[in-house]
């Protein structure tokens, strides 16, 4: 190799003078041997370049490509927040009028790419205009946009890809945007990714004409651009040309060899690549088998291909789904549809698949395959995710969509929805057909897909031909005629239809349901109404066979007893004795939930003796826990008395588990035998928790024989252990392991393990990990999937520099990406300064699930930064093209300010810094300022209002303004504007729009409107952006010109403008604080019909309410809430409490007096008990507890309203000062969640406070109330004790406190599914 | 009980996710199982020509309006609707967050 390499040097010209001469085969021989002489093959030369055509119809092109058609990178650069299928989201429209900023429509174009993997090109279209609009795209944009144009569009075509990016390379060079050779290398791979045909000579003399210096990816890519066609010779030339310039040749030079080969004909060659590979020691990867797989796929070659997959697996490389999946569309696309079931067999069904899968599907329908494409989505429609939206199933909408988005051909099309339908997968795939076809206006479809319809029988409707009507009215089509005909005839046989329909749904209970409680209060014949009761919950016409059923009835029993008032209830008692001993007798039961409702409207109405008999009623499992469970809130702690319980409940021969559970909870502490005897003499299953609370006591007091035996019973009970327990466990070990006990570790590891008790994870192998390492592989091998203890071993291979071990870690199928674990170790390398294991993980990382690629260079980056080496962040920078990764901003100002230290050419536009960084590095960003500005020596001080120096452009001033005005010194930006003016200088819209709005957010109209007069002046179309308006309105309103704000609201609307959020709330706020009650309806009715703008529903009301009380007209304040709360009883998002905070905070008795009246009467007439709990928590809140008491007498249902109490805790625990509210709430409400839940909240709150006699006093409370504390409590308990320089009474849990905050929601997650303890 | 506003209210439910198969005929059809239907408001889309998914019906008594929010679920032709009390005609859209500073 390196010889040849040394041959190959005596090339020493330009690459396009090289490549301007390539059909002169000069120099193909010496680069020829290079590749194919280690087999022995003479190549075959095959010179096309100057012979394809620029432009082919790619549709016709049954050619392979090496570039993923399909299968798409999924990252941008930022990290995600969901995943899952998604519809199309119809509101994209709007929304993104109201976020004029296109970093919103980057990150929506990130989202999308790694929720589906793909964009659509309507939303790339929209970011593109976005781009433009603002006037000044910078360099990542357009790589982002470049990016865009390939792969992720499976649902275009893709000539139409190409003109695309083709369109967008020239309109934002147009628009100014530099390129350099990333650009460059991002067009070349929308040219691979769309089989684009160019000539390569052609490409090379466009950079040197642009004086763009091509690199090693980008002869990479002309390589693979040759090997498409077959054309070694050209390749060659390439590769020869890379060695002159000492360029290393890659795996991925090779694996495009092989595809060139085979294109050639030659597969000797081909498959020969890999013995040259490995002499020139590279090791064929994953992508060389790829492509291997892919040539025999485009031969049909099936035998050879299940040859390769063995040789693959024997060598143990791992062949993504994604990577099975072009195996399928290469075969599919070569005619071989055949092997696809076979290929799809193999697949893993890893992480992402189902959008994979899903693209694939796209990519076939978009390439004329859609028979295919529907054998592949019916192998993978299990995997499907229902729409949410429907009850019956809908699943391939996106594939019959995209048919119909293709023309695909009405039969082929119906026979999917034959198939969807017989097999169950979608209940009216043909209608949702003709909606596709209807919204893409497609008639001759349509009206296709209607009488198809009609043959099956299926209802046809007039509505059904509207669509078409409005679009023939607007393109005045002749054919209207012809569709209302068809329409008529159709609207008669459509009648004829719905008369023979049995489609009316059954009646059923809840249609009544409200007229037979006001039969019910009247308590005439108690023994009729048990048996409608009966009939109501058993009988299978009125009800599903849902569980929920039951709870229907308890609700209705509910609602029944609700409805009735005290003298009523007093007057009726013995009936409803009767009727609920009826009901026992039938054995109809409710919940416990149900049960504390009616027991607390039962007490508030003083009739509790009724209780026991509804209790009665309580379903008999979570009777048994409540009971005790109140027996013993009232006598913790008290052994003795609880010992005396269990035997009692043992002589009556009851069972006492959760008691028992009590006990031990109480009894861990002290002393364990007690426990073991009490536990053997009542043989009752325990819960894993108990089990391991056992487990550690025993261990702790050192019975390690008789722990043990605890664990084989939990074994033979078929206990399971949960992740609560498991990190219980660990606690125990790590206990062991303080005493230097790696004897107990290893008996309890042992047991636990070999019982099958736990899986190994890093937690609990953590312990003996370091001494262990071997044991720990071994498990390894049988548990693979423990992602926390891969992500251990695979760091500890790093380190050790056992990368092989390591690579093997992280293809783990169905490991995802770690962010923080991978920023642990990244940063761990850093600080050490170790280049190698970081630079490997890097590397390993490429095809890790959602592994974010843009922090793994900036990571790399920061380590060059580090140790100040150039050659690495270069490197690192073409690595980053190789991968076709666009990066953020920070990644290329940080390579940037590498190269620009050791005085090296920055071979990019560096991304222009907006504002000042707060942190991170600041000394990088001064430097570059310093240097770009000559006047900075001079006065330092006023470098950033410093003017352009005196040849300023009209690019300097616009920056400087739109600099300025990032920075918040519109004042200074007004300034350098009126200098470029007196200049004659005219800046464009866009620094305009910036300033007017940097203006207005200081409040000052004048200048901003002086601006705008300016812009006027200059541009005559110019207008006010939609956020500008906006902020002019908010300023408006500020000033009290509320005439004025209200005139820009609809100026804006008759412009078609989209006003946000905020000026719509603060205008109706305005004209509630004048009591113009007029204008806020009106501002109501012309934001109706905006649509779809994001508002609270509660805005007018609460603001008209409040114009009414500033008018003190309360009563019409009452009447307006009175009547909202009487029609939206079950709102739970209608909050009033920003009326009643400001009564309170204005002191308005008189309207406090008549909107706590209408309080009770809601709560108390109308069960409607939002207002009643708004208002209760804003008296708690302003610590007016004595009123916040009363309030509850009055209202006790306000004590059932849990999930408000609970979300006031949450939000009240994120700020600090707010632990006596929680305690007030927690004083009036005992019960409202559980005690573990207050005391961690109020453990947060003393964290918050840095209040730690508080945080003592109660964590003294929690140990003797016996209140367990997770570890995130106990971990801000530690710190709260360590900041007081005070010993920490307990075991300080060893993780961090993001860990455990991981583990809490985790449980909480998972405690949604019924849990035992 | 709600004797006071019996008098003045019209009462309306508004649904929603309606499915574009079904037009007025059909969704009160199956509205009137609950009540005697007064009126059955199914905006069009002009540009679109289909209907925009909600609908508000009007019955003509209270029970009829309770005996339709008491029903759930809603199933048309196979799709869920969902059915609240109709507070006015404004259909903005509901915001996720509760909405305390308004």
Known sequence: MAALLRSARLLKCSPASLLQVTGNTRHAPVAGRLYSGAVGTPHVGLCVRQTVPRRLNVNSLSSYTSALPYVSCRQYGVVPEQRGLVKDEPSVAVRSKQAQQFDWALAKLDSSVRRTGRVTKTLLLRIFHDICRTGYPSGNQALLMLRSCGSLLPEVPLVERIELSQRIWDKLQELGATYDVSHYNALLKTYLQNEFRFSPTDFLAKMEAANVQPNRVTYQRLIAAYCEVGDIEGASTILGFMKSKDLPITEAVFNSLVTGHARARDMDSAEGILSVMKGAGIEPGPDTYLCLLNVYAEKGDFAKIKQTLETVENADIHLMDRDLMQVVFSLTKAGHQQYVPEIVERMHHERGYVPDAMNLCLSLITHGHEETAFSVLKSFTGLLVQSQTSDSPDLGNFFLRHCVNMDKSVENIVGFCKDLKDSGLHSSPLQFTLQCALEAKKTGMAVELMRRMKEEGLPLRPHYFWPLFTHYQKEKNISVKEVKCFSCHDIHHIHTLAVSSPALPNVDLSAFRASLISGFRGFHNVELMAKITELLCKDPRFNSTEPETSENVAYFLYNLIDSMNETEVHSKEEQLREYFGLLRNMNISISLNIFRGIRNILESYQVPELVKDVLALVDKKDNGLENEATLLRSLEGKLSFLEKTLAELKAEGKTASSTLKKVITVLCAEEPTTIIRARKDSEVALDAQKYVALVRVLSKHGKLEEAIDMLKEMKEKDVQLRDGTISLLTLTMNTAAMKGDANSIRRLQETIFTLGLAKPSSNLCSPLITCYLERFVEFLSQERGEMMMLYDLYFAFLQTGRYKEARKIIETPGLRARPTRLQWFAEKCIAAQQMEPLENMVDMTVKLFECDRDDMYHYLLRLCKETNDWQKAEATWMKMQEENLAPRERTLRLLADILKNNDKEVPFEVPEVWFEKVKGQPEMFLEQEIKSSPLVQASPRKRVAASPPKEATVDDYRLKVLSLCKKGKAHEAYDMLKEAGSMGMVLGPAPYDTLIKALLAKGNIEDAMAVKNIATDHVPEFSLSDNANSLLIVSQVKRCQMKDALGTLKGMLQADQVPSQLAITRLVQGLASEGNTQDIQEVEALVKTLGSIKLSSMLFVNNAALAHIKNEDIDSAVELLESFYIQNTDNQKSSISFVFRKVLDANNDAALDKLSAMVERLCNHFASYRAATDLFLIYLDTGRTEEAKFLLQRCAAVNEQKDAMFTYMLRAAQQPGQAAKIKALSELIPDFTEKENIYSHLVKCCGLDKDFSSAKALYERMQAEGVKADELTLKRLALLYKEAGEPVPFEEPPESFSFYADKLKKQRSESMEPADS | ?102
């Open chain 2, 1 to 102: 009980m709600a004797a006071t506003a019996a008098g003045k209210k019209v009462f309306e439910v508004f649904v929603s996710k309606v499915p574009w198969t079904v037009a007025t005929k059909e969704v009160k059809e199956y509205f009137r199982q609950f009540g005697q239907v007064k009126k059955c408001l199914l905006p069009f889309d002009k540009e679109t020509g289909f209907h925009r998914g909600f609908c508000w019906i009007g019955f003509t008594t209270e029970e009829g309006l309770q005996n339709a929010l008491q029903k759930d679920p809603h199933i048309i032709e196979g799709a869920r609707l969902q059915v609240q009390k109709n507070r006015k005609p404004f259909s903005g859209r509901k915001s996720n967050k509760e909405a305390e500073d308004i």
